[in-house]
């Protein structure tokens, strides 16, 4: 079989499962589970055997659209470095999260629904990490966001999920307002959307420098959305109203990661406009350090880790903003979808534990109870915080070294991320797994079954070791460079101490106390953005929409259109009332009209 | 002579046929009306127009006249209802009838050909009777015949409409 | 010599007379009398333009014969007419105009 | 065949069924309706032979002509008077009603047969190139239609329509023969045919009289087709007169009418002086005439009224096409439009009056629920009420079509824009009676009865309605 | 006998049989079904390699006026007879039961269905308009007889409306055809589009207006729209379906069959006015459907918002654009009629569309619930619906026009923002109605039925066909743009 039809069957095979899961076995749940679960196999292997062949190569699949000479959209994969590594990210990180979900989802509703889902996600997300071109990728961008609207809003009859999932995909749309018109501005400037074509560029825009960090910014802005990154961040924390699987793939391997996979796949003509870079370290940086804040004041397991993921993703986009190489950001996602993915399981690990109770004030004490689930996330949650020897120090050192080297100003807001990181994650374990049982739940809390354990326990590997050189060499060496910049020593002291200053802060907090002694109102509200989105969303928009509405139906319907309608009725009414009745008066009009003809007629022209 | 006669038949037949439309009392403008269209047959005749003239003292001032006293006196009609004058219809069909007679005297008097005085007739002028028989029921045959079609339709009409019970 | 002119005048004012009727009288009787009034009006014009108008000296008697059509055909409207005017009467016991206006806008 | 055998016989057939009405001792007049119907028929087939005018320097040639024109009309008018005659017999209940009758069937003769000497009186008319002729003709037709009117003679509506046609009739009368004398004063002409001749001889100052001629042509006219202003009688009376006749009054007093504005204008469109001050006038008329006929008619409640008004304003689409007729299908256009007004109005007019001898009364809200109570008169008067309106495939569509398109071609801009908006003002009222028959709920269920006649009278003017929608060709053909 | 001609006469012969007493149902369905295979197979019988107009008959009406009644189809009437055909079909078959006047209900929705089918299948100008006008009466009867809501006032305001604007249109049309020479003169779009590549035929730009406010009205065009959601909310299931589905597209269909062949020039000169008036469509539009309160109203204004993204693609005059404009044509076709219908099934059960008194509803409509969604994506624009291949084709082709002015670009902006709009209305409408917690008072809701899921069904396959391969349909479409 040639490898182009391998990569072929991956894409397609989740959505062929998606929908014979959706037309077919909608009643039988173990088969819904194991079409799933089979399509994502076979993902698995065909793109670890992709990435094992190495080849670089440009699958010519179909013109979607082909208008003759004028235009065509074509459908093809771009088999690359880059994509390779994503790919086998992808099918891994899914590969455990759905084995996992047949534990979690297990007497959940929609079961079925569920893995449709799943898969259709899973095909959405292959598709943007193998499209040649930026219009195909955008297909699969909406994709994935309706995906993650079905998956978020998989308990729909909750209004918090409703609302989530519904919030989830406009926000994302409003990014994707800006993708589009940055793919349309390429391609008016540059003929083309294909990627290869697009990022040799350049030269294109020596003349107009402006136009070339409009069109990043703009394609940026999809990166923004999905991403989650300031501004457009909000709707991911409330996107943990889907089942925790879902968060776990949401933000491990899928979705988010699209945004920065973006940037890297456009990373060579992103580098070449500075002031674009600029934008986007900024907007990194912000959201790495403000989601740091946030997360330090919230009590929800999940929004913790959703924020913790915010705040990452800002690291990875900053990563990118400095231009340095494609390689960069990548490595820390590569990183990151490990420990978040393992994170957020285990997270799912315990609030199946605590029969849905999400609260980390209502939990505690539950080291003992539920070991296998603390050991991983021990694992996650150093790695995510940067403790060196495991993954995540290596990707985030890398990062904050490069961006001393070029981008001084961001270094420090990251360092400020960097201290917060380990702040709220220690927070957050000393509450769950430390002290007392703070709850009926948490007495009661038990181990998850092995179905759920097991997929941890492998994902405790690599969130380990994945950041290690040689794993790293394995993957990226044909990406971009990974060496590490020449930088005095004490910018890794900082860095260190910096971890150490958040993890002994939290332990001196939060050692043994029942309730948050903290009390940061401005954090706990999330800066008070989402109720300043409500507010736009609800008075500014909504009163748009609603003058808009007013001015249609009185303005155009009422005056213009009934108001005329009106108008001829009752010129209609006023001259009925000519015709009298009375034969002297219809004498006399005719007598009038006579008058009037025989004056016509004597001095018209 | 022809001047006076002129004079006096016109007046007489304006100042009749106002009469005809002033006066209250039905009998007395019928009665005008008949002097009015008397004294047109007068000026008819003055024109050399005899047969017209007497025509029309038989079927106006005779037959038609006296039908409409007829009418006036089996319906009985007295003096008409001394009912409010309507002062602005009085005031528009005076308008009307002010700016109809300006423009009529505007277009007679814009033309020099109405000027022009009685031109003499040929010495041997034809006799008048026999003309008009000759016209009509030479050239105007048609409309002639057609006028009889006129007649039958108006009397079966008339029947129809006023046979007390229609059998 | 009165010129064509003076016997158009006196026409045209019979003829007003006549539309003066129409327009103020109430009286369907006397209206009646107005279209009379100017048919002969026309009559009297018609006449005239005959008598003035010669063709190698004759009278043009195409007017006359318009004239006798005339006559004839306002007689059968009178008849007519008066025979609707009756019938109005039997059904009504009136002639006004004002009475008859019940069809209206 | 000479053309004047065609009147000829029209009256002939008219005195031997007086003579039959008189003589057989029937009490069930229908046969009338259908003889004198047959008999018009075979008139009608005749017509189609091949037929001259009369004889070059007969008499006869100064008065009338066998042009298109007349032949066209001549066929319109016997069609029309046959579907008149055969809308009779349906009614035969509301004579009885308002007749003093001394026994059954009376009176019900002479309303079959006066319609035939009106047919003749407008034959002629539109034959007649003479104005002494037309004046005969007319009032022969106008007399006999003032009878018609007033026929119901208990009744008040019809007693008051008749009486008010009578007076704004002779009005009119008046202003005709005014004119005429006014024309043969300055031209010594009545011929129209000689017209243009006898203008072009006159001096400069004679143009003035002669103007004033033909505007008092032109009002009385303007009366008889029913133009704004002098279109005061045609609601009252078509609301008032028995339905035959206000369909009669509608279709072919109205065309009669037309015929003799367009011979009078294509005699004078070689005289420019006079030719486009005309033009002027009969524009303006046309633009008031569409916008009262129209816009008066949307409050209308009363169908018979309601079709008085439209009667109007379709007299102002015809105007339009009068006021175009520089453009060579103008004739065609108007002929077209004729032809479809028959088909139309009467079809209304059929309905209206099973309708409203069913629920006794004319007002549209009688029309409620009809299509439940007898889908045929529902489906045949929104047939109709479409054609009205101008919907394609129907005949109202294409003859509104090519008045657009003739007044396009003339550059009558303002003319087609008031058409546009009277257009919307006939979809509300002619849409009004079909949401009355479709909408509503009757008011009684049972089902209305419809004789064979009306049924055979439905489906061949539905037909004719369809047929000319569709296939306008020899309609057009037929005038150019 | 032509199969053009065939297509048409069906669902006209059908209403003659119901009218004498055929089973009213089940004679319609007939007709239908045989219609679409009949529609079908001429889509797939046409020669894309030949191109042009196929399957041509003419039959004789007016030849001397250059009116004459031709039929014939290229790819784009073949396009638009396979949406009628199939729109026709599923609104039939969706109808519910009718107590009363079954036939006339049928008859009514069969002459629609011929009237659309004769407007995309004729070559005459004159015909294109005539066939069009024939859904004017039914229609008003529909609406006025079985609409729901204040049914009376809007069917008079569609009625009236309509009727006025085609008139305009009319007289749009009577002027152009007096602009040929004399001689010349003639409705045959076939020759007039000789005449125009000849370049020997240029119009006056002010018919170009006439037509467009003509056809812009029967699009619902901004400002003339507001005839539109008060007619669609208030009609019946099917003729909602057929009005919106079907019937609309005749206005672009005219659009492109007449303006932009004959009116480059003047479309180029007044393009500033087209976009100010399509971004009123998208971005004015938008946001009154943002505020709207029931459901079929917000079905309603979303189907006049997106005419917006049509005229767009019209408006860009580019090749792009055009291909896009048409794809979209068939595509909202397709998704308003399945919205509509869906949106006539939970009527049918709820007896109301007001966001406030429903939600939940999906936990026992879990199917109708999916169909849902799945039209209420396409109507979002999501890839895998035809809509979003469209709209992306119309972006570019506006995009690539955008270099002649900042109106264009402004327009682009806008309507990329419109798709962010069309989520923020079309979510906010599923989320009112399927998701949240249910009333107790719906909890006894029953499922959609068979009949009614498959005519969904119906529409939605071949909209999601053409949105995997948009191809099949842009091949079709190419074949008008050769000149």
């Not at chain 4, 031209?187 to 033909?214: D, F, K, Y």
């Not at chain 5, 962010?420 to 109605?433: G, H």
């Amino acid at each position: 079989m040639q490898l182009s039809t391998i990569a072929w069957i991956t894409l397609v095979i989740p959505l062929i499962a998606a929908a014979l899961i959706l037309l077919v076995t909608r009643a039988n749940k173990p088969l819904a589970a194991g079409l799933a679960i089979l399509s994502v196999l076979i993902a698995f292997i065909g793109s670890w055997f992709i990435f094992w062949h190495g080849v670089n190569a440009d699958y010519l699949g179909f013109d979607w659209i082909n208008l003759g000479k004028t235009f065509s959209i074509p459908f093809s994969l771009l088999i690359d470095p880059l994509s390779r590594t994503m790919f086998v990210v992808v099918t891994t990180v899914a590969l455990l999260v759905f084995i996992y979900s047949i534990g979690y989802m297990r007497d959940e509703e929609g079961y079925s629904r569920y893995f449709a889902g799943l898969a259709l996600f899973l095909f959405s997300m292959l598709g943007i990490v193998l499209a040649n071109n930026l219009v195909m990728m955008y297909i699969f961008w909406e994709l994935v966001g309706v995906s993650s609207y079905i998956l978020i809003g998989h308990f729909y009859t909750k209004d918090s999920a409703a609302d989530a999932a519904k919030q989830a995909f406009i926000v994302n749309r409003v990014g994707d307002f800006g993708f589009l018109l940055g793919i349309l501005l390429f391609w008016i400037s540059t003929g083309t959307f294909l990627i290869s074509p697009l990022n040799s560029s350049a030269g294109l825009f020596v003349e107009h420098p402006g136009l070339l960090a409009l069109a990043c910014v703009l394609i940026f802005c999809g990166t923004v959305g999905k991403s989650s990154q300031f501004p457009l961040h909000v709707w991911l924390p409330n996107s943990m109203e889907g089942p925790t699987p879902v968060s776990s793939l949401l933000h491990a391997a899928t979705m988010v990661a699209a945004g920065v996979f973006l940037l890297a796949r456009i990373f060579p003509i992103l580098s070449t406009s500075p002031q674009a870079c600029e934008i986007v370290a900024w907007i990194g940086a912000i959201s790495a350090t403000g989601a740091g804040f946030i997360a330090i004041q919230q009590d929800d397991i999940k929004r913790i880790l959703a924020y913790s993921t915010i705040s990452q993703l800002g690291y990875m986009v900053a990563a990118a903003g400095l231009a340095v190489s494609a390689a960069l950001p990548m490595f820390h996602l590569f990183t990151h979808a490990f420990f978040k993915c393992l994170l957020f399981l285990t997270a799912g690990s315990v609030i199946v534990g605590m029969h849905h109770e999400q609260n980390i004030w209502k939990m505690g004490g539950l080291m003992k109870k539920m070991p296998f689930t603390f050991l991983a996330y021990c694992c996650g949650m150093l790695a995510l915080s940067g403790c060196p020897f495991f993954s995540g120090h290596y990707s985030k050192d890398l990062i904050m070294a490069c961006s001393w080297e070029h981008h001084r100003a961001i270094f420090w807001v990251l360092v400020i991320g960097a201290a917060l990181t380990p702040f709220y994650m220690t927070r957050q374990a000393l509450v769950v797994f430390f002290g007392k049982p703070r709850s009926e739940h948490s007495e009661k809390a038990h181990e998850s079954p092995w179905v759920m354990v097991v997929p941890m326990l492998l994902l405790a590997v690599p969130a380990v070791c994945a950041g290690y050189p040689v794993v790293k060499n394995f993957f990226f060496k044909d990406i971009g460079s990974l060496a590490e910049p020449e930088i005095p020593p004490y910018v890794d002291q900082v860095f260190l101490a910096a971890f150490l200053l958040g993890i002994l802060g939290a332990f001196a907090i939060y050692r043994n106390v029942a309730k948050d002694p903290l009390r940061i109102p401005f954090f706990a509200q999330r800066f008070y953005l989402d109720d300043l989105y409500d507010w736009i969303v609800r008075v500014i928009q909504g009163g748009f929409a609603r003058i808009c509405s007013f001015v249609d139906r009185w303005f155009i319907d009422g005056i213009l259109v009934r108001g005329s309608a009106t108008l001829v009725w009752s010129i209609g009414f006023a001259l009925r009332f000519l015709q009298l009745g009375n034969i002297q008066a219809y004498a006399f009009f005719f007598g009038a009209g006579v008058i009037g003809l025989i004056y016509l007629i004597l001095n018209v022209r | 002579m022809l001047l006076a006669s002129y004079w006096f038949f016109s007046t007489l037949t304006i100042a009749f046929g106002a009469t005809a439309i002033l006066l209250r009392n039905p009998v007395s403008c019928a009665m005008s009306l008949a002097v009015c269209f008397i004294s047109l047959a007068a000026l008819f005749i003055s024109l050399d127009a005899t047969l017209i003239g007497i025509m029309q003292i038989l079927v106006y001032a005779g037959a038609v006249m006296v039908l409409f006293l007829f009418i006036i006196m089996l319906l009985d009609l007295r003096m008409e209802k001394s009912r409010r004058l309507n002062f602005g219809a009085t005031l528009g069909g005076g308008l009307v009838i002010a700016a109809f007679l300006s423009m009529l005297t505007k277009v007679i008097l814009s033309d020099p050909e109405f000027a022009k005085p009685l031109p003499p007739l040929a010495a041997s002028a034809p006799d008048n009777v026999r003309m008009i028989g000759m016209t009509l029921f030479h050239s105007y045959a048609l409309p002639f015949e057609a006028i009889g079609v006129l007649l039958l339709s108006a009397t079966v009409g008339v029947i129809v409409l006023s046979r007390r019970t229609l059998r | 010599m009165p010129t064509l002119a003076n016997y158009l005048l006196a026409s045209g004012i019979l003829f007003a007379i006549g539309l003066g009727g129409v327009m103020l009288r109430r009286s369907i009787i006397i209206i009646f009398m107005g279209l009379e009034i100017m048919l002969n009006a026309a009559n009297l014009s018609l006449i005239a333009f005959s008598r003035y108008g010669l063709v190698d000296g004759h009278q043009i008697f195409d007017a006359q014969v318009l004239v006798f059509f005339i006559i004839t055909v306002a007689a059968a409207e009178v008849a007519v007419g008066l025979a609707i005017i009756v019938s109005l009467y039997r059904a009504r016991q009136t002639t006004h105009v004002e009475d008859i206006d019940t069809l209206k806008f | 065949m000479n053309t004047i055998f065609l009147e000829f016989a029209v009256v002939g057939l008219g005195i031997v069924l007086l003579l039959a009405e008189a003589f057989v001792d029937r009490t069930n007049k229908d046969y009338l309706a259908y003889l004198g119907s047959a008999g018009l028929f075979v008139i009608l087939l005749l017509s189609f032979l091949p037929i001259q005018g009369p004889a070059p320097g007969s008499s006869d040639a100064a008065f009338i002509t066998s042009d298109i024109l007349s032949v066209f009309f001549t066929r319109f008018l016997l069609i029309t008077t046959i579907i008149v005659l055969l809308m009779a017999p349906g009614f035969k209940p509301v004579l009885a009603r308002y007749l003093p009758a001394e026994r059954e069937g009376a009176g019900v003769g002479e309303f079959t047969i006066l319609p035939l000497f009106v047919c003749a009186g407008l034959m002629w008319m539109v034959s007649s190139i003479d104005f002494i002729m037309i004046f005969v003709a007319l009032e022969l037709a106008t007399i006999t239609l003032y009878v018609l009117s007033t026929y119901l003679r208990q009744n008040n509506a019809s007693l008051e329509a008749g009486t008010k046609f009578l007076i704004l009739g002779a009005l009119s009368t008046g202003f005709f023969v005014y004119g005429i004398t006014w024309i043969f004063g300055v031209t010594g002409t009545t011929n129209i045919t000689a017209l243009p001749h006898a203008i072009s001889l006159l001096p400069e100052s004679s143009i003035l009289p002669l103007l004033l001629g033909i505007a008092l042509i032109l009002v009385s006219l303007s009366f008889k087709i029913g133009a704004f202003p002098f279109q005061f009688w045609v609601p009252d009376v078509y609301q008032g007169a028995p339905t035959p006749v206000s369909a009669y009054l509608s279709v072919a007093s109205k065309a009669a009418g037309f015929v003799v504005l367009l011979r009078l204008l294509l005699a004078l469109e070689t005289v420019p002086v006079v030719a486009h001050k005309l033009y002027a006038v009969i524009t303006l008329l046309a633009g008031v005439t569409l916008i009262f006929g129209n816009l008066a008619a949307i409050p209308q409640t009363n169908l018979k009224r309601l079709l008085g008004y439209s009667s109007v304003a379709h007299a102002g689409y015809l105007l339009m096409g009068v006021a175009s007729l520089g453009s060579l299908m103008a004739i065609p256009a108007i002929g077209l439009y004729f032809a479809a007004y028959l088909a139309m109005t009467l079809l209304s007019f059929v309905v209206l009056m099973v309708v409203a001898e069913a629920t006794g009364g004319d007002e549209i809200s009688r029309f409620n629920g009809l299509s439940q109570r007898s889908p045929l008169l529902a489906g045949a008067m929104l047939l109709a009420m479409a054609s009205l309106a101008g919907i394609p495939f129907t005949a109202g569509f294409v003859g509104k079509f090519m008045i657009f398109e003739v007044a396009l071609k003339q550059g009558h801009f303002g003319l087609v824009a008031i058409g546009c908006v009277t257009v919307a003002a006939g979809f509300y009222y002619y849409f009004k009676v079909a949401r009355a028959m479709y909408w509503q709920q009757p008011t009684e269920e049972t089902a209305i009865p419809v004789s064979m006649t009306v049924r055979i009278l439905i489906a061949v003017l539905g037909a004719g309605i369809l047929a000319i929608g569709i296939y306008p060709g020899p309609i057009l053909a037929a005038l150019r | 006998m032509s199969p053009l001609l065939l297509l048409i006469l069906l669902p006209l012969a059908a209403s003659l049989l119901i009218m004498v007493g055929a089973n009213p149902r089940r004679t319609a369905l007939g007709a239908a079904l045989l219609n679409l295979v009949l529609s079908v197979l001429l889509f797939a019988r046409y020669d894309l390699h030949a191109g042009g107009w196929q399957f041509v008959s003419e039959w004789h009406v007016l030849p001397n006026l250059g009116i004459n009644l031709s039929l014939g189809a290229d790819g784009l009437s073949l396009t638009m007879l396979l949406l009628s055909t199939l729109v026709t079909f599923s609104a039939l078959w969706i109808a519910p039961r009718i107590e009363k006047r079954e036939g006339l209900y049928y008859i009514c929705l069969l002459f629609i269905s011929a009237g659309v089918i004769g407007a995309f299948s004729t070559l005459d100008v004159f015909f294109l308009y005539s066939f069009h006008e024939l859904a004017l009466i039914p229609t008003f009867i529909l609406i006025g007889v079985w609409g729901s809501g204040d049914r009376q006032a809007a069917a008079w305001k569609a009625t009236i409306y309509l009727g006025a604007a085609s008139f305009v249109l009319l007289v749009g049309l009577i002027a152009l055809y007096l602009s040929l020479p004399s001689g010349i003169r003639t409705f045959d779009l076939r020759q007039l589009d000789q005449l125009a590549a000849a370049g020997t035929f240029h119009p006056a730009s002010w018919i170009y207006l006439l037509l467009l406010v003509g056809f812009g009205t029967l699009v619902s065009l901004f400002p003339f729209h507001s005839w539109a959601p008060p007619a669609y909310a208030c009609a019946p299931t099917p003729a909602a379906m057929l009005h919106s589905g079907v019937l609309k597209k005749f206005g672009l269909y005219g659009l492109i069959r007449i303006c932009l062949p004959l009116f480059p020039e003047a479309m180029q000169q007044f393009s500033l006015l087209l976009v100010l008036m399509l971004i009123g469509n998208i971005l004015y539009i938008g946001y009154v459907t943002v505020a709207q309160k029931r459901l079929d109203w917000t079905i309603g204004y979303s189907s006049v918002m997106h005419m917006g993204y049509i005229f767009l693609g019209l408006a860009s005059l580019t090749v792009i654009g055009v291909h896009g404009a048409a794809l979209l044509m068939f595509a909202h076709g397709l998704s308003v009629a399945a919205a509509f219908a869906l949106c006539g099934e939970i009527r049918r059960r709820t007896g109301t569309l007001d966001y406030s008194e429903l939600g939940g509803i999906g936990k026992v409509t879990p199917v109708l619930g999916l169909l849902f969604g799945f039209a209420a994506m396409a109507s979002v624009g999501l890839p895998g619906f035809a809509n979003f291949a469209g709209e992306i084709l119309v972006f570019f082709g506006a995009t690539f026009s955008s270099i002649y002015g900042p109106a264009m670009i402004l327009a682009v902006i806008v309507g990329v923002w419109g798709v962010v709009v069309s989520a923020i209305y079309m979510l906010r409408a599923y989320r009112s109605v399927f998701w949240g917690p249910i009333a107790a008072r719906w909890e006894t809701l029953t499922d959609i039925t068979p009949t009614a899921k498959w005519s969904v069904i119906l529409l939605l396959v071949p909209l999601m066909i053409a949105g995997f391969y948009p191809q099949f349909i842009l091949n079709m479409v190419g074949t008008i743009i050769p000149r």
